[in-house]
């Protein structure tokens, strides 16, 4: 069985904790997309774990992960997240961790033409993670990028680190902005490749002899479907596809073995960064923020948030093939008397159903609201379905239904056993 793992929102559903249940069916867990502009937070026992790049398989053993060719890999990163995982206690070896050959590499000029490509932006800036994204995925598809195969290939590496770095000097330095280092570069990127040269492998033909085999495989969406290059709030979006096509483009395992689709929702909305947010409301980012919830894992900014937004998870269910749901972070709205869910956006006198192409025309959308009692109950200690409030089963249900796939998963907290089946 392979699965497909999505955000039906703009990212931060929670589906690190998801992917991490849902791990214990598969056998290997791949990332087929983005990079360590992701943060996936689990939690096992009172310890926190925050996740970037490598995929939260890591935390079961007998799990293989894999990064797959659709990753852009920031290699010094990720070298300290395999420390930041051994120093915790888990083990990391070419055992339980594969890196694609394909797959491209991040370095120190993309970081800082993301940094200044947002200041210039100035007031339509996109709010990126300033990992330099964008700049990576701008050079693959420009065909100029370098992949982990260059950075293994210490014959060939710095000829083509000089190459590339003095072309992007030229541009950092029309920019006003800050050169890189060729030695520095050079120095600390041959240290990284010597440390991950074990794990590197062709991991398209790793999964295709795995799935061959029977084994089962969980492709981790990062990100968001509204955060995808294609689907997305473009401009205000990523730079790969955070849908559910993504994960075989990202793997090479292709769309016709793969066997389900799970969504993961949260049941408000939030978003970090600028870009479209028609649900969002003061009083309830308030009130998160003042939980101590809603700040990212990578950046620690603030999430913007907003009621349940059913126009965007019909949208993210059509264009993922969404089979199944997880509904997160239940326990946010168990304060709440009255809760909103959206069920149109009114712009220009017309209530609208979909969402629209033109983002000027998303950011004038009025929201349209259905109103749910709330539970005004704790929910976090139910480890049953039938041990959460009616109005809560009500509400799960209701959005579940307007989205229109099945409710698998209702989770009330972070922990691993605050996860009610369904
Ligand atoms: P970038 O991916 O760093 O280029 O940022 C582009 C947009 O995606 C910004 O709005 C970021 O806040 C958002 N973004 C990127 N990664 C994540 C994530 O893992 N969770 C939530 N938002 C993200």
């Not at 014959?155 to 000097?169: G, I």
């Not at 492998?201 to 990100?223: C, D, I, K, M, P």
């Not at 620690?300 to 948030?305: K, P, V």
Request: aromatic residues 6%; hydrophobic residues 35%; contains cysteine.
């Amino acid at each position: 069985m392979n699965t497909i793992l999505v955000g039906a929102q703009w990212g931060d559903e929670g589906k690190g904790k998801i992917i991490d249940v849902l791990t214990e069916q598969a056998d290997i867990v791949v990332r087929t997309q983005g990079g360590n502009n992701a943060g996936h937070t689990v939690f096992v026992g009172p310890q926190k774990y925050v996740l970037h790049l490598i995929p939260s398989g890591i935390l079961r053993p007998d799990k293989v992960c894999v990064v797959g060719n659709g990753v852009v890999i920031d290699p010094v990163s990720l070298v300290g997240e395999i420390d930041g995982l051994e120093k915790l206690g888990v083990q990391v070896s070419p055992k339980n961790l594969i890196i694609s050959e394909t797959a491209h590499v991040v370095f120190p000029w993309h970081r800082e033409l993301d940094a200044q490509r947002e200041v210039r932006k100035g007031q339509g800036k996109i709010g990126t993670t300033k990992r330099g994204i964008g700049p990576t995925y701008g050079d693959k598809a420009a065909r100029v990028g370098l992949r982990v195969v260059d950075l293994m290939n210490a014959k060939r590496f710095p000829e083509r680190l000089r190459e590339r770095l003095q072309e992007n000097n030229e541009v950092l330095r029309a920019l006003g902005a800050q050169t890189v280092d060729y030695d520095t570069v050079l120095r600390d990127y041959t240290t990284a490749a010597d440390r991950l040269r074990p794990f590197v492998a062709n991991t398209v033909v790793y999964l295709h002899e795995s799935t061959r085999r029977g084994a089962n495989v969980l492709f981790e969406g990062a990100q968001g479907t509204f955060l995808d290059i294609d689907h997305g709030t473009y401009p205000y979006v990523t730079s790969s596809n955070t849908t559910a096509g993504g994960a075989s483009t990202g793997s090479g395992v292709p769309p016709n073995r793969m066997d389900r689709v799970v969504g993961v929702m949260k049941a408000y909305t939030t978003r970090v960064g600028e870009g479209p947010l028609p649900s969002e409301d003061a009083g309830i980012s308030d009130l998160l923020h003042g939980l101590g919830r809603e700040f990212g894992a990578t950046t620690g900014r603030a999430r913007r948030c907003g009621w349940f937004d059913a126009v965007v998870t019909r949208h993210a269910c059509m264009v993922n093939g969404i089979d199944e749901l997880a509904i997160t972070n239940i326990d946010g709205l168990d304060t709440v008397a009255t809760i909103k869910v959206c069920v149109g956006y009114k712009v220009d006198g017309t209530v609208l159903r979909h969402i629209p192409a033109d983002v000027e025309s998303m950011v004038r959308c009025e929201p349209v609201y259905e109103t749910f009692p709330g539970w005004v109950t704790p929910t976090d200690k139910a480890t049953r379905w039938e041990e959460l409030p009616d109005n809560c089963r009500h509400y799960l249900l209701s959005i579940s239904q307007m989205t229109g796939a099945r409710l698998i998963i209702a989770s009330v907290g972070p922990a691993r056993e605050q996860t009610i089946p369904v």
